[in-house]
């Protein structure tokens, strides 16, 4: 478990999908990056741009600035991504590759070492663990609008009730002032 939340804190949301970086992976699988990456080239055929992207400069950028908070609030917590003097990526110059789901799964295929496949399954865990979590939390969401949306409902029929009420006891207390007036006129005695 303790496997599955290191590989979840390398994790990614970049272009609307989530990804782990190259640079993480090959920290995973205890090899270079220069090397993994040099595989993936070998093999680039089996990864389309759904598989494995090249990051921006900018998003580059944000992750640095999504470091620069995480590293703010939680100082004793080592964030996965560290820099360097030269460039924010341990100094190399070039953009670091991020791999989707499917494209870790396609790096089992070409990368066959035994800590290679183990951390691969611990990887493809994590990403079903972080599903199988945002899939709750969209559960959550969803019942907690519903919830809303039936109280909003009770809310206007609350209203009504409200507003019967009241204008009961505007009846009520119009026939009370009308009982107990001051009456004018004859009064009527019983011949007992």
């Known amino acids: 478990m303790e496997m599955i939340e290191s590989v979840q804190n390398r994790i990614y949301l970049i272009r609307g999908q989530r990804v782990i970086l190259d640079k993480d992976i090959a920290f995973l699988y205890e090899t270079e990056t220069k090397s993994l990456n040099l595989s993936v080239k070998r093999h680039i055929n089996r990864f389309p741009i759904d598989f494995m992207f090249q990051l921006t400069k900018e998003e580059v950028a944000h992750l640095k600035l999504q470091k620069k908070q995480v590293d703010d609030t939680t100082p004793n917590l080592r964030f ?15 953009l670091p590759y991020a791999f989707t789901e499917q494209g870790v799964a396609m790096l089992s295929g070409i ?53 019967a009420i009241e204008n009961i006891m505007d009846e009520s207390a119009t026939k009370n002032k009308w009982d107990k007036r001051t009456r004018i006129g004859f009064i009527k005695k019983d011949n007992a």
Do not use: C, H, P
């Not at 996965?80 to 070039?94: D, H, M, V």
């Not at 611990?122 to 109280?151: G, N, P, T």
């Open 80 to 94: 996965q991504i560290e820099t360097s003097s030269l460039e924010f990526w341990g100094g190399t110059r070039y």
């Open 111 to 163: 990368i066959n070492s035994k800590k290679a496949i183990q951390m691969n399954i611990a990887i493809m865990r994590a990403f079903v663990e972080l599903r199988r979590v945002l899939l709750i939390k969209s559960d959550f969401k969803l019942q907690l609008d519903q919830i809303k949306d039936r109280l909003s409902g009770y809310d206007a029929q609350l209203n009504q009730i409200y507003d």
